[in-house]
């Protein structure tokens, strides 16, 4: 069944354009669509999961203006040095097949050039679940189920960048509390993973 699922994903630049904390942002859109054919189950004529995500970054001109955006696009480059977040996607998504290429491929584009993200909304549908809704069986005298639209966001987020400085963070943050001991991450592990002790009842 998983090879048969197909994935897809499209993206596009729209034209519209935001301030955001006095920012002037582009927008681009995602779309990323999974078919997974069942035996049994009705199809509903179009996929059975669709997300779509709007994405605002800082227009180039911005980055060259803002002190702050200049140092979060050096830490970020910085940060996928060491650590790319597309890859890490495509290994997690290897049990289904073309999934993990899809959502790496979505957050390379996402991220290429240095883009930071200033705003981002996504809604995810899943016209099937509504499909099967409607044609479920129902108990004699049972009241049918609500009309949902099939088209209808199961789901909706909205992140926004609310604060962004370039003023020194206080040192003492970096600071390791008085009561605190120094301790081999290896001795962590070792008692995170112990099993504990049951509990002892007395009759």
């Known amino acids: 069944m998983l090879a048969a699922m197909k994935t897809n994903v499209e993206s596009h630049s ?83 097949p073309g999934f993990g290429d899809s959502l790496s491929g979505m957050i390379s584009d996402m991220t290429k050039d240095g883009a930071m993200t200033l705003r981002t909304h996504m809604e995810i549908m899943m016209p099937l679940l509504a499909t099967m809704a409607r044609q479920m069986p129902r108990q004699a005298g049972q009241a049918p189920p609500p009309e949902v639209d099939p088209n209808a966001p199961l789901m909706q987020m909205t992140q926004e960048l609310v604060e962004l400085s370039s003023n020194p963070v206080d040192e003492a943050i970096f600071h390791v509390p008085a009561d605190y001991q120094s301790v081999p991450l290896e001795e962590i592990l070792k008692g995170a993973a112990s099993i504990p002790t049951p509990p002892q009842f007395k009759h």
């Not at 920012?23 to 999974?34: D, G, M, N, Q, S």
């Not at 803002?66 to 290897?94: D, H, I, R």
Request: proline share 8%; no cysteine; aromatic share 4%.
């Open 14 to 96: 729209t034209g519209r354009t935001a301030t955001i904390q006095g920012i002037e942002a582009e927008e681009r859109e995602f779309v990323l669509t999974l078919d997974l054919p069942m035996p049994g189950v009705p199809t509903t004529g179009g996929p059975l999961l669709k997300m779509i995500m709007q994405v605002w970054s800082p227009k180039p001109e911005e980055v060259q203006r803002v002190e702050a955006l200049e140092e979060l696009k050096t830490y970020m480059a910085s940060a996928a040095s060491a650590m790319n977040p597309a890859e890490m996607v495509k290994q997690l998504g290897a049990i289904i």
